[in-house]
C-alpha cells in the first residue's frame, strides 16, 4: 500500500532563499513598497513585490519564481509564513496557512482536475482532512486522512486500474471493502494490509462465486468456484485453503472430476467423464481408480466392473466384458410389435427371456401375444442366438415352438429367419436397457426390462 506521507501532493515550490545579488526594479526596497529581482545563479531569477521592512519581505506581497509558480501573501522577516495562495505551474493551486514557503496549517488544495483535499497540512504534505491525494497519472486516494495517513473511509485506484474502496487504517487497507480487479473481478468483505482476510465473497467477471473465509489472500475455507486456468476450475467445498468434501474439477484437457476431496487429492467417490467420452463412476484416492469402479465407454456401454489398484483394472477387460454381457442377458424383456391385422393397427406383447453362455452364444423363450376379438392366441417357442458385441446388438432364432395357437385371420410367421435387436442404455430408468428393432414382418419391436 503506497503510503501518501511519500507524495508530496503532486506539486511543491523549493525554499526560496534571499539572494545576495538582487536588485532594486522600483519603489522602495528598504522600507515601504518595491518590486526586487533576485538571482539564484547567473541565468535564473525570481522577482517579489511588495512590502519591505530594513530591506526584508515582510507584510504582503507576491513572488514569482523561474518555472512560472507564484505566491501571493504575507511574508515575515524575509520568509513565506503566514497565509496566502500559491498557484503551482502544473494547473494546481493551494490556499492556506505557510511556513518558509512550504504548506504548514489549514488549507485547501485544488488540482487542475477541479479535485480538492481540505485540510491540515504539516512539512508541505497532508496530515489531516479529508478529500483527493495524487499518487500517480494512474493512481489517487481519495477519502480520510489522519495524522499522514490513510484512516477511516476512502477510496484507492491503483496504476494497473484495481480499485478499493472501504476502510483504511494507519495507512493501509484494512477493515471490511470492496476490491474491484482490473481484470474484471471483484472482491467484498475484510480485508488486513490490503490482503483478503476474513470472511468475504469473491465474484469473478464470468458471474461464478466463491464465499467464505480468507486467509493470507488465499481461499481457505467455504464453498464456491475456484478459477485455476482459463480451462481448469474447481467448485465446491473447500477446507484450511485445500479441496475437502464435495467437489467438481475441471482439468485442462477437459476432462472432470465430480465427487469426493480429501485434504486437497480426489479421494472416495466419484464419477470421472474422460475428454474422449468415456466414464468411470467409483472409488478412487490420491487422485487416482482405486478400488470398486466402472468403466464405460463413449456409447455407454459397461466395459469393466471390478476391482481397480493404481488406476489399473485387476481382471482381463475382454473376459470382465462377456461376463457383463452375462448379467445383462440373464434377464425379461417385455414390449410390444406394432402391427396391423385385418385391417387394424394395434400391439401384439412380447415376452423374451434370455441367458448368455461363456462364449455369449444365448438361449431363452420368446411368447408373442396377439388379441383378436377379446381373446389371446400365443405363439411361444425356445430361441437361440448370439451377441454382436461390435453392434452392440444380439439376434435370435426360433429352436422349439412350445405353443402355436390358431389365429382366425392368417398364420403365424416363424423366427428362422432370425430377429435382431440393438441394446441401449435406458436414460429414464438407470441400470435398465431397451431393446429396439424389426420383426420377421417387418414391424417395428421394442422391449425393456423394467
Known amino acids: 500500500m503506497k503510503n501518501i506521507l ?3 501532493l503532486a506539486s511543491t515550490i523549493a525554499l526560496i532563499p534571499l539572494a545576495a545579488h538582487a536588485g532594486c526594479l522600483s519603489g522602495n526596497c528598504e522600507n515601504g513598497q518595491g518590486k526586487a529581482i533576485y538571482y539564484d545563479t547567473e541565468s535564473t531569477s525570481y522577482t517579489y513585490e511588495g512590502n519591505f521592512v530594513n530591506g526584508q519581505w515582510d507584510g504582503e506581497g507576491l513572488i514569482i519564481i523561474p518555472n512560472k509558480s507564484t505566491y501571493k501573501g504575507t511574508f515575515k522577516n524575509g520568509e513565506v509564513t503566514g497565509k496566502g495562495e500559491i498557484t503551482y505551474a502544473d494547473g494546481n493551486q493551494y490556499v492556506g496557512e505557510v511556513l518558509k514557503f512550504a504548506k504548514e496549517g489549514d488549507g485547501l488544495f485544488t488540482y487542475k482536475n477541479g479535485q480538492t483535499f481540505k485540510g491540515t497540512f504539516k512539512g508541505d504534505v497532508v496530515w489531516s482532512g479529508e478529500g483527493y491525494i495524487y499518487i500517480s497519472d494512474k493512481s489517487y486516494y481519495k477519502g480520510t486522512v489522519l495524522e499522514g495517513k490513510q484512516n ?12 478499493y474502496e472501504g476502510s483504511f487504517k494507519n495507512g493501509e487497507i484494512t477493515g471490511t471493502g470492496e476490491y474491484v480487479y482490473a481484470d474484471g473481478n471483484q472482491y467484498m468483505g475484510e480485508v488486513v494490509n490490503s490482503k483478503k482476510e476474513g470472511e468475504g465473497l469473491f465474484t469473478y467477471k464470468n458471474g461464478q462465486t466463491f464465499k467464505g473465509t480468507f486467509k493470507g489472500d488465499s481461499f481457505w475455507s467455504g464453498e464456491g468456484y475456484i478459477y485455476i486456468s482459463d480451462k481448469s476450475y474447481y467448485k465446491g467445498t473447500v477446507l484450511e485453503g485445500k479441496q475437502n468434501g464435495k467437489g467438481f474439477l475441471r482439468f485442462d484437457d477437459g476432462t472432470t472430476y465430480e465427487g469426493d476431496f480429501n485434504n486437497g487429492i480426489i479421494s472416495g467417490q466419484g464419477t470421472v467423464n474422460y475428454n474422449e467420452g ?11 481408480r482405486n478400488g470398486y469402479g466402472k468403466l464405460y465407454d463413449k456409447y455407454g456401454k459397461l466395459l469393466f466392473e471390478g476391482t481397480w489398484m493404481n488406476d489399473n483394472a485387476q481382471q482381463n477387460v475382454v473376459q470382465n466384458e462377456n461376463e457383463l454381457y452375462k448379467k445383462i442377458f440373464d434377464r425379461c424383456f417385455n414390449g410390444f410389435e406394432r ?25 431363452g423363450t420368446y411368447s408373442y401375444t396377439i388379441n383378436i376379438n377379446g381373446n389371446d392366441y400365443v405363439y411361444k417357442s425356445e430361441v437361440y442366438g448370439s451377441i454382436n458385441k461390435s453392434k452392440n446388438s444380439f439376434t435370435f432364432y426360433d429352436k422349439v415352438v412350445l405353443r402355436k395357437d390358431n389365429v382366425p385371420y392368417g398364420h403365424w410367421t416363424s423366427l428362422d429367419s432370425g430377429v435382431t435387436l440393438i441394446m441401449y442404455n435406458d436414460e429414464n430408468h438407470k441400470g435398465y436397457f431397451i431393446l429396439k428393432g424389426k420383426s420377421v414382418n417387418g414391424n417395428p419391436i421394442e422391449l425393456s426390462d423394467w
Open 6 to 8: 511519500n507524495y508530496l
Open 152 to 163: 477511516g473511509k476512502g477510496f484507492f485506484r491503483f496504476d494497473d486500474g484495481t480499485t
Open 278 to 288: 468415456s466414464k468411470y463412476v467409483g472409488a478412487v484416492s490420491n487422485g487416482v
Open 339 to 363: 402391427l396391423t391385422l385385418n385391417g387394424q393397427t394395434g400391439n401384439a406383447k412380447i415376452n423374451l427371456c434370455i441367458t448368455a453362455t461363456d462364449n455369449l452364444s444365448l438361449t
